[in-house]
């Protein structure tokens, strides 16, 4: 089965900070652009960042641009994003994705996604 699986989310306070891991499974990540998309309970889902296959070519939504990093690491088939500053509002399921687009750019989102995993949970409350 084709699919990333994600992990490291959790509970912390606003101003704390997160990271998200992102590991392939039945397929090598090198091999796609990868994204990561969140959905809050009610509301649509949320292109989050995306990165290139070199991770030459990185992309942030408006809302986590300053906050949020997003690396991979191909030698370990991984990709992370760090979440600092973590805000109430960023309260959502995260999903790791294998993009469509071809490219990272401001719509990446919109090429739609090849594979996603089941998502890790992110709440921030004090």
């Known amino acids: 089965q084709l699919q990333p699986v994600e992990s490291g989310g959790g509970l912390v306070q606003p101003g704390g900070s997160l990271r998200l891991s992102c590991a392939a499974s039945?397929?090598?990540?090198?091999?796609?652009?990868i994204g990561w998309f969140r959905q809050a309970p009610g509301k649509e889902r949320e292109g989050v960042s995306c990165?290139?296959?070199?991770?030459?070519?990185?992309n942030y939504a408006d809302s986590v641009k300053g906050r949020f990093t997003i690396s991979r690491d191909n030698a370990k088939n991984t990709v992370y994003l760090q979440m600092n500053s973590l805000k109430p509002e960023d309260t959502a399921v995260y999903y790791c994705?294998?993009?469509?687009?071809?490219?990272?750019?401001?719509?990446?989102?919109?090429?739609?996604?090849?594979?996603w995993g089941k998502g890790t949970l992110v709440t921030v409350s004090s």
């Open positions: 990165i290139s296959t070199t991770g030459e070519t990185i």
């Open positions: 039945g397929f090598t990540l090198d091999h796609y652009n």
């Open positions: 994705a294998a993009v469509r687009a071809p490219y990272c750019g401001s719509s990446w989102f919109y090429y739609g996604i090849e594979y």
